[in-house]
């Protein structure tokens, strides 16, 4: 596990296959999803490996998927965190559930990862779930860090949510709604293809200069208007 900082404020936590990101607050951290199951001590250690002093205090979810909720219970039994999730994940979360019916994102590659190891999103679950303290609607200012602007992404989930920071000249932290790389891509899978594709057609229409995904690197000049370019009206 490895933690790079791509800003004043922001941390990249590399997981592998996967990203979490650490925010950095005046009294303590917020965590933005968790990896998948096993990575909570881990994920402690590197912190104070890398001298990232301070309590987690915030662990807010961009969706439900087990690669984004995975280490969930055990970092609130370990930090005693308050957990941040959209109204329309919170069930699921709370139930355990980490996979939803979807169909796949267009190319052939996702097709097949969607239809036969996905197997069309068939239901699964975590040996247990995590009660969720602060439901979310988008547009809330969460108190973590320069402040986290909660924006509702629907379409690779229902209430998948990206983080907003307006400081620094505005970096998004976009979950799943798209994947990184040199410009952004469509995601693995949605749960509502013709929505996510319209939520990432909305994204390029906002004001940010960078972007960091929970797969793929982030793109850190320039970013809306990849969006943009990447996902036309």
């Not at 490895?2 to 965590?31: C, P, T």
């Not at 229902?158 to 920071?165: D, K």
Request: with cysteine.
């Amino acid at each position: 596990m490895k933690i790079v900082q791509v800003s004043q404020s922001l941390y990249e936590v590399n997981m592998g296959f996967v990203h979490a990101y650490l925010v950095r607050g005046k009294e303590d951290w917020a965590l933005v999803d968790t990896g998948v199951a096993g990575q909570g001590r881990p994920l402690l250690n590197a912190m104070a490996e890398a001298g990232l002093e301070g309590p987690i205090g915030h662990i807010i979810l961009t969706q439900l998927h087990g690669d984004h909720t995975g280490s969930l219970r055990e970092l609130k039994n370990l930090t005693g965190a308050k957990v941040y999730a959209h109204e329309k994940e919170a069930p699921a979360i709370e139930e355990g559930l980490v996979m939803r019916p979807c169909v796949p994102a267009p190319g052939v590659i996702k097709w097949f990862i969607n239809k036969l190891i996905l197997r069309g999103g068939k239901p699964s679950y975590l040996p247990e779930g995590t009660p969720v303290d602060v439901l979310l609607k988008g547009g809330e200012i969460i108190p973590a860090g320069p402040g986290l602007e909660v924006i509702h992404t629907p379409g690779h989930t229902a209430g998948h949510i990206c983080l907003l920071l307006r400081e620094e000249g505005g970096i998004l932290i976009a979950g799943d709604v798209a994947s990184g790389g040199k410009s952004p891509g469509y995601p693995m899978l949605f749960e509502d293809r013709e929505r996510g594709i319209g939520t990432l057609q909305k994204l390029g229409g906002l004001s940010f200069s960078q972007a960091y995904f929970g797969h793929g690197e982030g793109i850190q000049s320039a970013a809306a208007e990849r969006f943009r370019i990447s996902f036309p009206v």
